[in-house]
């Protein structure tokens, strides 16, 4: 024994010091050379956000991302409804959602005085001159918003426009220099991947929950706030709670991969998976706010068979196992998808080069075009491959005619705001939307009935006959400016392809 000794002691020291540099080695990270992406912050050009051979580093990316996440305040005053108009209920579990007044009010079309309501949420800044990014129902009919940084500072926030169709919202707070979140890649997320969540959940302060990405491309059938609901969730069961809606899903290096926007819950609050808005679809739908008021949608104009159906479904529609892709069930024959050649009974495998599996992936990366882009699909019909590039359209194709046809294309009825209201709200005059039905309003922006537009484009309307003008004067891309006449708030409707 003592002939080994004298090697040992250096030996134990060598291993010791191998084993100390390797756990350094290990926890070197390369920061990434980052550019920026349309309205929002930089974005991460790297290569997946964790490597087999590293261990899993939360503290750095919590350390980069927390401080662009943003605590949200809501005042909706008091206001009197109809049963219908009660408030609808938050994916998030709002404490006041529906079930709530429908039990104490019923719903039997009476009017109800709904008391002054507080809520609360979260949001990312995206740009570091104040533009802030959060989910629809966390501002939607909000009298106030008000914003509190990481730093306790609060701004009273402006809303820029928001997109109810995916649950997002784009405000902005009067301030620069702030520090806005890199951007992650949603479409090269893995499952199984680690990320964290950040929001200000319950009401508490910013708070950071770790899991992993658990499935993607979930669609729950949970948004009923737009008319066309795009639903293509990232899943994970890092911990969300309600007040987290609009926070932020990050990876490891702390690039934002989606906006936290839903709990599955029989409870209302966290029972196991959050879901998320993708990024990618995201910095669309923000993109397009902040460029025209509204989002650009595409559409193909085809129903697509759901993923759930029964083996006799499958047979009676002749849909077979191994046919990967979107069946096609129906074709709207003035839709984008017929005029290219699309039929009922195709097979759609891929967009833009991007293979496809579920009508919720499908959905949202058509959500990520406009009307006029020309879409890549490839086909297949009766065992052949095939390939279409069909143009995209708004939802109701290319809106024609002029004269009344123009007013008429809104969708909406209007009457002329009498003075004693324009003095009780203290503006010169407008044109009270009455009624919204099928038609341009309905389509592309979330307006409520009550709204009062007061510009069209850049031309000042008092009377239904000048909004007609108005109109006609128009061309291609304008916004309708006006305010609902319990809020101090100037709102901004944008209106894309307008043709008279």
Do not use: C
């Not at 928001?162 to 702030?178: F, G, Q, R, S, W």
């Not at 959905?363 to 065992?383: C, F, N, T, W």
């Not at 891309?477 to 809020?487: A, C, K, L, R, T």
């Amino acid at each position: 024994m003592k002939s080994y000794t004298k090697y040992l002691y250096p030996t134990l020291v060598i291993v010791a010091l191998l084993a100390a540099f390797t756990l350094l080695a290990r926890q070197v990270r390369v920061t990434p050379i980052s550019s920026r992406y349309g309205i929002a912050g930089p974005v991460s050009k790297t290569s997946p956000a964790v490597s087999t051979s590293q261990p899993v580093d939360f503290e750095n990316a919590a350390a980069s991302a927390v401080p662009s996440v943003v605590h949200i305040n809501t005042l909706t005053r008091f206001k009197n409804v109809a049963g219908k108009d009660l408030p609808g209920q938050n994916p998030f579990g709002n404490m006041f959602g529906e079930d709530f007044f429908r039990h104490f009010f019923g719903n039997n079309g009476q009017q109800y005085n709904i008391p002054d309501q507080k809520a609360s949420g979260s949001g990312v800044i995206i740009s570091p001159d104040g533009y802030i990014v959060t989910n629809n129902h966390v501002v939607s009919g909000a009298s106030e918003v008000k914003v509190i940084l990481t730093n306790r500072k609060d701004y009273l926030a402006k809303v820029i426009g928001t997109d109810p169709n995916t649950d997002l919202a784009l405000i902005k707070i009067d301030e620069k220099n702030l520090p806005a979140i890199h951007f992650g890649n949603s479409d090269s997320v893995k499952l199984g991947e680690w990320v964290l969540a950040i929001g200000y959940p319950l009401n508490l302060d910013v708070t950071v929950t770790q899991g992993i990405i658990s499935a993607k491309s979930r669609s729950l059938g949970i948004n009923t706030q737009g008319a066309a609901p795009v639903e293509d969730f990232i899943q994970t069961d890092a911990a969300a709670n309600p007040g987290s809606s609009g926070g932020a899903l990050v990876n490891t290096r702390g690039d934002l991969i989606a906006i936290n926007s839903a709990i599955a819950s029989p409870t209302g609050s966290f029972a196991g998976y959050t879901y998320a808005i993708p990024v990618n679809l995201m910095m669309k739908v923000v993109g397009d706010i902040k460029k025209y008021g509204t989002v650009q949608r595409g559409y193909l104009g085809i129903s697509m068979a759901p993923e759930n159906l029964d083996d006799d479904k499958k047979k009676e529609l002749g849909i077979t196992d191994n046919q990967k892709g979107i069946w096609v069930m129906d074709v709207d024959p003035k839709g984008a998808a017929a005029e290219a050649g699309i039929k009922k009974g195709d097979v759609i495998t891929s967009v833009n080069g991007t293979a496809v599996s579920s009508d919720a992936q499908l959905s949202e990366l058509i959500a990520r075009l406009k009307p006029g882009d020309k879409v890549q699909l490839k086909v297949y019909r009766g065992g052949n491959e095939m390939n279409f590039e069909p143009v995209l359209k708004n939802k109701l194709g290319y809106f024609k005619g002029m004269g009344s046809a123009a007013i008429e294309s809104l969708g909406a009825d209007f009457t002329p705001l009498s003075k004693e209201d324009a003095q009780k709200i203290g503006i010169e005059g407008g044109v009270v939307v009455s009624n919204i039905h099928d038609g341009i309003i309905s389509s592309e922006t979330n307006m409520r009935p009550g709204f009062i537009i007061t510009r069209i484009g850049n031309t000042p309307v008092k009377t239904v006959d000048e909004l007609k003008q108005a109109l006609l004067d128009q061309k291609g891309n304008f916004q309708i400016e006006g305010i609902y006449p319990d809020s101090k708030e100037i709102y901004y409707f944008g209106i894309n392809d307008f043709k008279k």
